[in-house]
């Protein structure tokens, strides 16, 4: 089939459009399996009723003998052949899917902490596409069979009895359509609140997880798990009435699958006692009505589950709320940035400008509903230049820094380095060594590890940049040496150390500006002082923005930025703002350790 691009159409629609034919293929073998499994049955009512007459010959009873073993291997081989065709449109469709989610979020990867929760995030790539799967396979499929199967069996019946072919057709429309829905509808509110009462749990879950070591020294451990206790209850008392309501609400269809047998066999009677129908055919129409009445009970509670993709839906919706444009056309004009940037990018770092860099009236919003993120900020730093953006969560920190680096482009004004814009359609600039806050370290060997920075350097470049940043002697006491491993996120290491190795790989790529995030948080202020000094002297040369919430080290830089709402509201040098700003002087004062 050819490929067909979905992007900015709906995730569901849209692929059952796609794929219809082949989804009404596994729907017509899903209603013939269904079919086979009541001709079984009819023919072995049948064959059972015409054996206890006692036929005089064998060969009275072996049509039906061959029909009840034909119509048994094949529900087995159409059952077969309707899961394969509908479980391979549906993974065809899974795989476009995910493709599509991949070029969705794949371009804001330099700032997906800032757009996506982790959770959310995990269940975009782990759980959503999934759940979207089973939409396909356990609800639109058996649906489909249903409907086949009722139009076929009421017309059947409306073919020998108009009237109680009309009644029955009443009938299974409430196992099929009227039953369904007052389930769902009386299960709404309590999914609603199940689903709040979970969300809180795991909330308040995570925040002890992260938060543990405060709650055993404020001994408020035993409150916490009351807490959380009582709220799982909560939240399981609710899920227990859900699950009570199913099993009610099966236990009434499945009385309606006996009413209804029982309608089918004294309807069968009636034919035989006015001479319409042997009465060999009696039992074949009480037990083909299992499989039939079967089939409209669970494409019924499937559609109950329906609410469950809600949230699946929505957000996969979310992750391209922004993204208009087709995806061959954006990923085209993306590869065209990408290409251009990168050659530009290569000439800047061969000039002797490399890190002057220069913002001219910048202003980003992530959409026209919201407020600017960053608005109107000009700001030059020249090659080897430092300066400090400060202010608090929320005040736009975070935005200036993605275009700085190139991973959004400004709505309003420019940003360029030595006169060519940064801005590289989603990938990673060449021009920018990064710095945050938790760098990672993987359970490699150390050498490995400072390798991220260039895989081709030599152990001797190794052993150069650990040298700078004060870890030789650290390294080669290590039982293996470079050749130690590092143990999961680096856990041989302290906070500090993980630091210094991760500038070791940013000494390694040699980028010309150096954008810290954050670095030294978390850190013990002895540790901090020390870590800052070797950072601005390695560093030295180099052009240095670094985002930070407090004023440890602003003595160092040249310029001083304070941001608020997106706006500058305070800059100058460190000394500039001490003699002119009590503001500054204040601040500073409450966050400047005594070492």
């Not at 769902?184 to 509110?189: H, I, K, V, Y």
Request: aromatic share 8%; net charge neutral; with cysteine.
């Amino acid at each position: 089939m050819r490929a067909v691009d979905n992007s900015g159409q709906g995730w569901f629609l849209s692929y059952l459009r796609q794929y219809c034919w082949a989804f009404l293929a596994a729907a017509l073998l899903g209603a013939l399996a269904i079919g086979c499994a009541g001709a079984l049955l009819f023919t072995s009512g049948h064959l059972i009723t015409r054996s206890a007459l006692k036929p005089e010959n064998i060969l009275m009873v072996y049509v039906p003998i061959v029909l009840v073993r034909t119509f048994g291997f094949s529900k087995a081989v159409i059952q077969y052949l309707e899961r394969l065709v509908g479980h391979d449109a549906a993974l065809r469709l899974v795989s476009r899917m995910r493709v599509r989610l991949y070029r969705a979020v794949e371009p804001q990867a330099l700032m997906i902490r800032s757009k996506f929760r982790t959770g959310d995030l995990l269940g975009l790539l782990a759980e959503d596409i999934d759940q979207l799967q089973n939409i396909y396979l356990k609800l639109v499929l058996p649906a489909l069979s249903a409907l086949l199967i009722y139009a076929i069996g009421i017309s059947a019946l409306g073919w020998m009895d108009g009237t109680f072919a009309l009644l029955m057709a009443l009938y299974c429309a409430y196992l099929l359509l009227i039953a369904p829905a007052i389930s769902l509808w009386t299960s709404l509110a309590k999914r609603r609140t199940f689903k709040r009462e979970r969300s809180k749990a795991y909330q308040e879950l995570t925040d002890a997880l992260f938060g543990m070591s405060d709650l055993v020294l404020s001994g408020r451990t035993e409150r916490f798990l009351a807490s959380f206790a009582g709220r799982q209850n909560k939240a399981a008392m609710v899920e227990n009435s859900l699950r009570r309501g199913e099993w009610r609400s099966h236990w009434i269809a499945q009385c309606v699958v006996g009413g209804g047998i029982v309608i089918m066999t004294a309807w069968a009677g009636g034919l035989v006692a006015q001479n319409h129908l042997e009465a060999t055919w009696l039992a074949a129409f009480a037990l083909t009505a299992f499989p039939l009445l079967d089939a409209f009970v669970r494409a019924g509670e499937a559609v109950v589950h329906a609410p469950e993709y809600q949230d699946s839906l929505r957000r996969l919706k979310d992750t391209e709320k922004n993204t208009h444009t087709p995806a061959v056309d954006k990923e085209q004009r993306a590869t065209d940035v990408t290409a251009e940037a990168t050659g530009t990018h290569a000439a800047v770092r061969q000039s002797g400008n490399a890190g002057e860099l220069l913002l001219d009236n910048v202003s980003y919003r992530y959409s026209e509903q919201q407020a600017w993120s960053v608005w109107n900020i000009s700001m030059r730093v020249p090659q080897g230049g430092k300066v400090a953006l400060l202010g608090r969560s929320g005040a736009g920190k975070s935005t200036l820094l993605n275009l700085i680096q190139g991973a959004l482009q400004p709505e309003e004004g420019s940003v360029t380095v030595a006169g060519v814009p940064v801005y590289t359609g989603g990938a990673y600039s060449s021009l920018f060594a990064v710095l945050n806050q938790q760098p990672y370290l993987f359970d490699t060997t150390v050498a490995n590890n400072i390798r991220l920075g260039r895989p081709d350097a030599s152990l001797e470049e190794v052993r150069a940049v650990t040298e700078q940043v004060g870890l030789g002697a650290l390294i080669d006491s290590l039982p293996e040496g470079y050749d130690t491993r590092m143990q999961e996120t680096g856990l041989r290491f302290s906070g500090g150390e993980r630091q210094r190795i991760a500038l070791a790989r940013i000494l390694l790529q040699n980028h010309p500006i150096v954008l810290l995030d954050e670095p030294t948080v978390g850190l013990d202020p002895p540790t901090e002082h020390e870590l800052m000094q070797t950072m601005f002297r390695v560093l030295e040369g180099k052009t240095l923005i670094w985002i930070t919430h407090h004023l440890t080290g602003m003595e160092h830089m040249d310029e001083v930025i304070f941001m608020e709402q997106g706006g500058i509201s305070m800059r100058g040098s460190h000394e500039q703002l001490w003699q002119e700003q009590s503001r500054y002087r204040n601040l500073y004062e409450l966050d400047h350790p005594r070492l």
